[in-house]
């Protein structure tokens, strides 16, 4: 039933905060911060109480668990929901739905606390979009009926829809109306892909159902399994997104408001990585697997295209979002190398990068609603107006390039030598991205924060709310740089079954490949860890 | 005639007595017909000379016709009443056309057929035309009358020419034929069926005879509009499920590429004609277009979930298209009607709950989750991947991605930050009918969009007794 609270919080917040903010406005605020920390304590009460059972459930069904079983999940709920259509009400979590819902949830509050100031207008109704995007994120993470997922998938679409046009910047409503077609039209070719495995399961067992779990290992020629798998590639590369499909990212991340923003980067974009791992690679496997050098090629594309392109933009806000695109690269080079090393290296890459592009995102528009501009050519010198928020800036400027002792840096490197095993190349060229990095992130900090100070801007310093947020994520990304293993241990299972399930195919040869695999899925002490950071650092 | 006696003398009751009471006794035999419809189907469903079959599938369509135009007709009662005209005997064409659309859906003969087709369509004349203040109004009929006058003639020629070759004039006489394929000798019979199709397509008003379409929903009232849009193209596709449905059409064959040719001319020239226009009835008129395109993607599926899908997705669109015009209607002041864009700038402001409601129709049209449009379209969907007509469900799916463009269009319209007082927007109050039954028609749309499973049980039992 602690599955049905995620999605139902927000999802009654939601109105209640539009009601509220007829009569007083501050009242949506504090509903949204509810509506959002409820479930976020929730969850992870749920994580540090079930930690022994997410170990004990690992050790009992060990590195042979059968894929997707009953009885392996923390929690599930089915239910009849459409039943003519085989189509059931079927939530489940195990350790990679966990990592995903403190993620929604957390950039939830992020997000609401983001608009704290910035958002004046309209705020009950804002607060409703916000929450109600926040129980469909849920939903997504939850749903395991492929039809489920499917409506959540595109629920989630309105209100993200509405946040960009309505509290969007100049250009908003080209923005959304793009973000809103690139990812309707991909999302419905998904579908077509979900109806004709439905059908080429019923035909073959005479049950018609969209469950995930039977649907896994179905039959069918490789040409069709190609095309089915296409199907679920676009959409999840529009999400994520990939190379050629990425325009819309920037304009929606640039035209968003800071809370839109936000949970883009910090949660909707990683659907994109979700539903590759959790659907796409577990029902095509071989079909991956003769594709995955043009996924390999594209995700090195992306990795060195959305470097490039950021080191060359003037506005703030769109250089962060095209280092998005150069981050989300390195997930899809890890899921492509489908080996125990990259998508635990995935795992962690979602997570750090949605704390620190999260981040970003929130430092740039603190700024814009001091100085009203994100153009970098009219800042410069900022640190000597406001230290603080310079040093912040800095610190996550410096995330984000992947620096040693931060967790994106273990997220990059488990991915780098992931896919080093599948691909030299593409880990040569993906490593060369991170050179780029380097470039764009402290270039970015030269033209806006350091330098002459030439516009005698003068603003405020961060205040106590901001601040408060930002040691949050500070905090958080430090831990994951120097302990990463809580949520290795977490997702670990997932990692497993997924590769368990892909295990009959030519795709995971290197289950027991070299032996760091083995200590790091073994739960190793962190010194294992620090001991490869520090390897690297030689090489960089 | 146990089961047809109480629907018939209903409606007649209604309108012979209606002048006084208009409304109220059109409600009262609304209700009643709805009420008979139940107590029919409680029995056995039964052929009432050649001509009609009240099986349950005639009696579901009925009891929507009927639900439609209450709607309908409660959201005249407003807009009548703004306008000063004596509005009695609209009601009673309202009834009347009804009654056609009731006598098309329980139609298993050619007779039954034409003489449903022209109740329907004389009233419509009258109807279209009825506030007869504005030049447009006259317009909007006369290219109705005059389009579907010729039309019908061409109907009656082809119902003649099949008649003359075969026979028969019975839905079980025609599906044989159809079956075999028209080539050869059955040259006579295939330009018979080809000039029902004509007539058929026209009140359907799909690719390529869809000209009428924006014109006379530009010109008629926006209630009329809601009608033409439902009761009369609903009525006429439900006939030709009927009469299609014991037709298995072999992919290949003449008949299905005509279908399929004229299914994805609609969906393709009714989203991208939409796309430029800037009244909110002609882009409606143009989505209906694209819309009934969609559904002949499923009528052309075989399997009884091609029935079910076709089904649902008319009940959805009956709700969301009355919803779409229902506010329109509402929202019009007396001298003219509210369709330009810019009356609809910054309508969240004015009337919040209209413009949820509106946001809640045209989400159902675009087939957005939690409305029931997004399941209709699913359905829609699945039947067609059901037969695997993989072409047509791959327009489908990418022309109603560009049909999304026009309908955030108005949606961002009504919810802008900062609207322009200035440009003449309309802001005429609600009244209470109206606003009861747009809330009832938003909340149909979001609980079946949630919870749809009742309702598909439903149209199951329904479509179980199409041959």
């Known amino acids: 039933m602690i599955l049905l609270w995620y999605i139902l919080i927000p999802a009654v917040a939601a ?29 992870t009460w749920q994580w540090v109480s079930q930690a022994g059972a997410l170990r004990a459930a690992f050790a009992a069904h060990g590195p042979g668990v059968a894929g997707l079983v009953q009885g392996t999940w923390l929690a599930d709920v089915q239910a009849a929901w459409i039943s003519p259509l085989g189509i059931s009400f079927f939530l489940a979590e195990d350790g990679l739905t966990l990592i995903m819902l403190v993620l929604t949830f957390a950039m939830g509050l992020l997000a609401v606390l983001a608009s704290w100031r910035g958002i004046q207008e309209r705020v009950g109704f804002f607060h409703f979009m916000i929450l109600w995007s926040v129980a469909a994120l849920a939903g997504v993470f939850l749903s395991l009926d492929l039809f489920l997922f499917y409506f959540f998938f595109e629920m989630m679409l309105i209100p993200m829809y509405f946040v960009i046009a309505l509290w969007g910047h100049e250009r908003r409503v080209y923005a959304a109306v793009k973000f809103f077609i ?27 159902t969209f469950d995930f779990t039977q649907l896994l290992g179905t039959e069918m020629p490789s040409a069709t399994a190609f095309l ?49 791992i959790r659907f796409m690679v577990p029902l095509f496997p071989q079909a991956v697997y003769d594709f995955r050098t043009v996924g390999m090629i594209l995700a090195v594309i992306g990795i060195i295209y959305g470097a490039v392109m950021a080191y060359a933009q003037r506005d703030l806000k769109r250089l962060v979002a095209y280092t998005s695109v150069s981050h989300m690269g390195f997930v899809l080079l890890g899921i492509f190398a489908w080996n125990t090393l990259a998508l635990q290296g995935v795992v962690l890459q979602i997570v750090c990068h949605a704390l620190s592009t999260g981040a970003l995102f929130i430092l740039v528009g603190t700024l814009e609603d001091r100085i009203h501009t994100r153009d970098m050519a009219k800042m410069g010198g900022l640190w000597a107006v406001a230290p603080r928020m310079g040093g912040t800036a800095m610190f996550f400027a410096l995330a984000s390039l992947g620096l040693p002792g931060l967790g994106n840096f273990v997220a990059e490197f488990l991915i780098l030598v992931g896919a080093w095993q599948a691909s030299k190349w593409a880990a040569v060229l993906g490593a060369v991205g991170l050179v780029f990095a380097t470039v764009y992130a402290l270039w970015m900090m030269q033209r806006a924060f350091q330098g002459e100070e030439t516009h005698a801007l003068r603003f405020d310093d961060l205040v106590p709310r901001e601040t408060g947020m930002y040691a949050a994520l500070v905090a958080a990304l430090v831990v994951l740089g120097f302990y990463p293993q809580p949520l290795i241990t977490t997702a670990r299972q997932t990692v497993t079954s997924v590769q368990q399930i892909t295990a009959g195919s030519r795709l995971s040869p290197q ?28 090489k960089r | 005639m146990l089961t047809v006696s109480p629907v018939v003398v209903m409606l007649a009751a209604a309108f012979w007595r209606s002048h006084a009471l208009a409304l109220t006794l059109t409600l009262v035999g609304l209700a009643a017909t709805m009420v008979s419809l139940f107590l029919a189907a409680g029995r056995a469903s039964r052929q009432v000379t050649p001509l009609l079959s009240f099986d349950t599938y005639a009696l579901f369509y009925i009891g929507l016709l009927t639900a439609a135009t209450a709607a309908v007709a409660i959201l005249s009662w407003n807009y009548l009443q703004r306008r000063h005209v004596h509005p009695e005997e609209y009601y009673m064409l309202l009834l009347t056309a009804t009654l056609g659309g009731a006598v098309l859906v329980a139609s298993t003969h050619f007779a039954s057929f034409f003489l449903g087709l022209e109740i329907l369509s004389v009233s419509l004349y009258a109807l279209i035309v009825y506030p007869i203040y504005r030049a447009q109004f006259v317009e909007a009929a006369v290219k109705y009358l005059v389009l579907a006058g010729s039309t019908s003639a061409f109907l009656v020629f082809g119902m003649a020419l099949v008649y003359a070759q075969t026979g028969t004039m019975t839905v079980s006489g025609l599906a044989p034929l159809l079956s075999a394929g028209l080539g050869g000798e059955h040259v006579v019979v295939a330009l018979g069926v080809v000039l029902l199709l004509v007539g058929v397509g026209f009140k359907l008003a799909v690719v390529p005879f869809h000209m009428w379409t924006p014109d006379v929903y530009q010109g008629a009232p926006a209630p009329v509009g809601a009608y033409v849009a439902t009761v009369s193209k609903g009525a006429v596709f439900a006939l030709l499920l009927r009469y299609f449905r014991p037709v298995s059409l072999d992919p290949g064959s003449t008949l299905f590429l005509v279908f399929a040719a004229v299914a994805i001319a609609s969906m393709v020239a009714g989203n991208l004609l939409a796309l430029r226009q800037d009244n909110v009835k002609r882009i409606l008129a143009y989505s209906s277009i694209a819309h009934l395109g969609y559904l002949l993607v499923a009528f052309l599926a075989t399997g009884e979930q091609a029935a079910i899908a076709v089904t649902f997705y008319l009940v959805a669109y009956f709700a969301t298209t009355l919803a779409a015009f229902g506010v329109v209607a ?27 409601a509106f946001t ?37 799916v990418l022309t109603s991605t560009v049909g999304l463009y026009y309908y955030t269009r108005i949606v961002v319209a009504m919810w802008v930050r900062q609207p322009d007082e200035s440009a003449g927007a309309v802001s005429a109050a609600v009244d209470g009918a109206s606003g009861a039954v747009l809330a009832a028609l938003t909340a149909f749309l979001i609980v079946f969009g949630v919870y749809p499973a009742p309702l598909i049980q439903l149209i199951e039992r329904a479509v179980s007794t199409l041959p």
Not at chain 1, 22 to 40: C, D, E, H, I
Not at chain 1, 191 to 204: E, N, P, Q, S, V
Not at chain 2, 340 to 350: F, K, P, Q, T
Not at chain 2, 365 to 382: D, E, N, R, S, W
Request: glycine letters at 10%; a positive charge.
């Open chain 2, 360 to 396: 809640v129709a045209l989400f159902s049209l675009a087939g957005m989750p939690l409305t029931m449009g997004f399941i209709g379209k699913f359905y829609l969907v699945t039947a067609g991947a059901g037969s695997a007509l993989w072409a047509l469900i791959i327009v489908l």
């Open chain 1, 182 to 208: 690139f990812t309707q039209a991909s999302g419905l070719l998904m579908l077509i892909a979900i109806l004709a495995l439905y059908f080429i399961h019923g035909r073959a067992t005479g049950t018609y």
């Open chain 1, 15 to 43: 109105p209640l905060a539009w009601l509220l903010a007829r009569s007083r406005p501050q009242a949506a605020r504090w509903v949204a911060v509810a509506g959002t920390a409820l479930p976020l304590a929730l969850v």
């Open chain 2, 330 to 356: 509402a929202l019009s002041p007396p001298e003219r009607d509210a369709e330009s864009l810019a009356d609809y700038r910054g309508l969240a402001r004015r009337r919040r709950w209209t413009a949820t």
């Open chain 1, 511 to 538: 289950a027991a490949h070299a032996p760091q695999v083995r200590i790091l899925a073994d739960g190793a002490p962190p010194g294992a860890t620090v001991a490869d950071d520090a390897t690297t650092d030689g």
């Open chain 1, 228 to 276: 089915l798998m296409l199907g679920f590639f676009v959409a999840f590369a529009v999400k994520l997104p990939v190379f050629p499909l990425h325009t819309w990212l920037p304009d929606a991340h640039t035209e968003a408001p800071t809370a839109g923003s936000v949970i883009l980067a910090g949660v909707l974009i990683k659907i994109g990585a979700y539903g590759m």
